[in-house]
């Protein structure tokens, strides 16, 4: 099968067209350096032209409100140009608890992202992830003062990029879902805690104290962003990920 992979030079689109390829497909990464501008239409047509599949991995470049009109007209691109092109089957990556957490502008741009595939008049899947293991100096880092790093107690399931790249290969490469699978990693630990390990191993010495209302992952209440019963299980554990 061709699939055409949008945002495919990025962190996973780079590993979803790798392991679509391997897998004896036909996986071509597409994005603003390769001349597909999703905003504005510009190599949209040409893109998805002869694709049995496409895999759409753009964000949003900011995760205030302007997100929402990021993926609305995103969207609208790539699902006309797609039903122009007769593509079988259009796949998403989102957020697992993504429509649990309203007070995040993010996260209600991608519920609304999900909700146009939804709507729209291509055979879908959606894939909600957890949150990367790549991504957590970045957490650690927006609430850092000094040398100490503020976070909240929220339950966090990380999952590795890669893990998260072959889940999408293999749902981009089957029948679709017209529905939402969830998959996440093996473990799950307070934000606090998980950033006591990496700061352990990584022989940093800033400490971390719990304030549950920092950063963006305050917003989230309860367990919403770990997966629920059905979810896929990624093998990879984050200690394991570490070294």
């Known amino acids: 099968m061709k699939f055409a992979v949008i945002g495919g030079t990025g962190l996973i689109g780079s590993q979803v067209v ?12 597409h994005s603003l350096s390769t001349g ?13 032209a ?7 991995l753009t964000n949003s470049p900011t995760f205030d409100d ?23 089957h259009f796949v998403i990556l989102s957020i697992v608890g993504t429509d649990q957490v309203p007070e995040l502008d993010y996260y209600r741009a991608k519920t609304l992202q999900e909700d146009i595939l939804k709507a729209g008049p291509v ?21 850092t003062d000094g040398d100490t790093v503020r976070l909240p107690r929220t339950p966090i399931q990380p999952i590795a990029a890669a893990d998260v790249a072959a889940t999408v290969a293999e749902v981009a490469a089957g029948s679709p879902l017209d529905g939402t699978l969830e998959v996440g990693g093996p473990d799950t630990y307070p934000l606090d805690e998980l950033g ?16 549950d ?11 919403v962003l770990t997966t629920k019963k059905g979810a896929r299980i990624a093998p990879t554990h984050y200690t394991d990920w570490l070294k």
């Not at 790798?18 to 990464?29: C, K, Q, S, Y």
């Not at 597909?36 to 998805?48: E, Y």
């Open 18 to 29: 790798r392991d679509l390829n391997a897998a004896g497909h036909e996986a071509v990464p």
């Open 36 to 48: 597909v501008d999703v905003l504005t239409g510009q190599g949209v047509d040409a893109a998805l």
């Open 50 to 56: 002869g694709a049995d599949v496409v895999v759409n």
């Open 66 to 88: 302007a997100s929402a009109a990021f993926f609305r007209t995103s969207m609208d691109h790539l699902l006309t140009a797609a039903q122009r092109a007769g593509v079988g």
């Open 123 to 143: 055979p879908y899947s959606i894939v909600r992830a957890t949150q990367f293991m790549e991504f957590v100096d970045a957490v650690m880092s927006w609430t």
């Open 196 to 211: 006591r390990i990496t700061l352990a191993f990584k022989g940093d010495e800033r400490s971390v104290t719990v304030d």
């Open 213 to 223: 209302t920092a950063g963006m992952f305050a917003a989230a209440h309860g367990d």
